[in-house]
């Protein structure tokens, strides 16, 4: 199964590697932005962006109420934890 978890960009650490930051259940990880970073929205922009993260790439921004809501699915469905796990010992 292919999850998204969503995360809350805390620091954009490399805006030209496109590389920042992402908070995941008290987790932080280093993550890839490319995929949501274009003119319109540059790396410095992403500062406090929610997205979906998979596997360290960010796929989609989303808004707050959208990931209030995945994380509460997923941790009715005991995903989260798995994943915040696997995040942690993949650090």
């Given at each position: 199964?292919?999850?998204?978890?969503?995360?809350?960009?805390?620091?954009?650490?490399?805006?030209?590697r496109?590389?920042?930051?992402?908070?995941?259940?008290?987790?932080?990880?280093?993550?890839?932005i490319?995929?949501?970073?274009?003119?319109?929205?540059?790396?410095?922009?992403?500062?406090?962006?929610?997205?979906?993260?998979?596997?360290?790439?960010?796929?989609?921004?989303?808004?707050?109420?959208?990931?209030?809501?995945?994380l509460?699915?997923?941790?009715?469905?005991?995903?989260?934890?798995?994943?915040?796990?696997?995040?942690?010992?993949?650090?």
């Amino acid at each position: 199964m292919c999850l998204g978890i969503p995360g809350l960009i805390v620091e954009v650490h490399d805006p030209a590697r496109k590389l920042a930051m992402v908070a995941v259940g008290g987790v932080r990880r280093m993550i890839n932005i490319a995929c949501i970073v274009d003119a319109a929205h540059p790396a410095a922009a992403c500062l406090g962006d929610w997205v979906l993260v998979h596997v360290g790439f960010a796929m989609s921004r989303i808004d707050a109420d959208e990931a209030a809501r995945t994380l509460a699915l997923l941790t009715e469905l005991g995903e989260a934890q798995a994943e915040i796990e696997a995040m942690r010992a993949s650090a």
